[in-house]
Nanobody
Framework: QVQPVESGGGLVQPGGSLRLSCVVS????????MGWYRQAPGDGRELVAA???????TYADSVKGRFSISRDNGKNTVYLQMNSLKPEDSAVYYC?????????WGQGTQVTVSS
């Protein structure tokens, strides 16, 4: 079972950048498609970006051109580079398998975009 540990969140001003990391325990990481999801207070969890085992990527319309997902199979890690951050990007960010997330969710990492 995939067990993710997310990190890299924090408080940043609008227009700033953050890089999130997710280390995944479990077997055969390189064969898994992974996604970054986020959940803001009062909202449901939504997919932000995904990267397939072959390297192709998918982005939510709201983050296209600003966010970039990547992976390092040697480190069992998936990254989310977030640029030009907006207040509406504030949320807890999680990683999980894509397109069907596992039942187990990590603790996530909080991203707050505010001046």
């Amino acid at each position: 079972q995939v067990q993710p540990v997310e990190s890299g969140g924090g408080l940043v001003q609008p227009g700033g950048s953050l890089r999130l990391s997710c280390v995944v325990s479990g077997s055969f990481f390189r064969l898994k498609s992974m996604g970054w999801y986020r959940q803001a207070p009062g909202d449901g969890r939504e997919l932000v970006a995904a990267i397939r085992s072959g390297g192709s990527t998918t982005y939510a319309d709201s983050v296209k051109g600003r966010f970039s997902i990547s992976r390092d199979n040697g480190k069992n890690t998936v990254y989310l580079q977030m640029n030009s951050l907006k207040p509406e990007d504030s949320a807890v960010y999680y990683c999980n398998t894509f397109p069907s997330p596992n039942d187990y969710w990590g603790q996530g990492t909080q991203v707050t975009v505010s001046s």
